[in-house]
């Protein structure tokens, strides 16, 4: 879990891309207290972080990354379950896990 956190390539479960959406709304509300000119410069980073993950869950269910610019698309990402088989973005993240278990 959280491999190469600020990549765009590969695939993520929604656990994964549901614990980093958490992270990022705490850090943004944590740094929200220094003021605007805190905020953003605190912020970059953890944008990059979240467009990062989102654009990774949008591969485990088969999309292109600029599918997250779409209204109301987290919640999609939140629920929906990825492809069961390799894809063009890469294997099953699950695969993976139960391959490192054995």
């Known amino acids: 879990m959280f491999r190469h956190p600020f990549s765009f390539k590969g695939r993520i479960r929604c656990l994964e891309y549901f614990i980093s959406f958490f992270i990022y709304m705490?850090?943004?509300?944590?740094?929200?207290i220094l003021g605007p000119v805190g905020w953003?410069?605190?912020?970059?980073?953890?944008?990059?972080?979240?467009t990062a993950q989102g654009t990774k869950r949008c591969h485990d269910a088969g999309n292109s990354?600029?599918?997250?610019?779409?209204?109301?698309?987290?919640?999609?990402?939140?629920?929906?379950?990825?492809?069961?088989?390799?894809?063009?973005y890469g294997p099953n993240p699950k695969e993976k896990i139960k391959n490192v278990k054995k």
Not at 26 to 32: A, D, H, K, R, T
């Open 65 to 88: 990354g600029w599918c997250q610019l779409i209204p109301f698309w987290i919640l999609f990402l939140l629920f929906e379950e990825g492809d069961a088989e390799t894809n063009k």
């Open 40 to 50: 953003l410069i605190f912020n970059i980073p953890a944008l990059w972080f979240i």
């Open 26 to 32: 705490l850090y943004s509300v944590f740094f929200n």
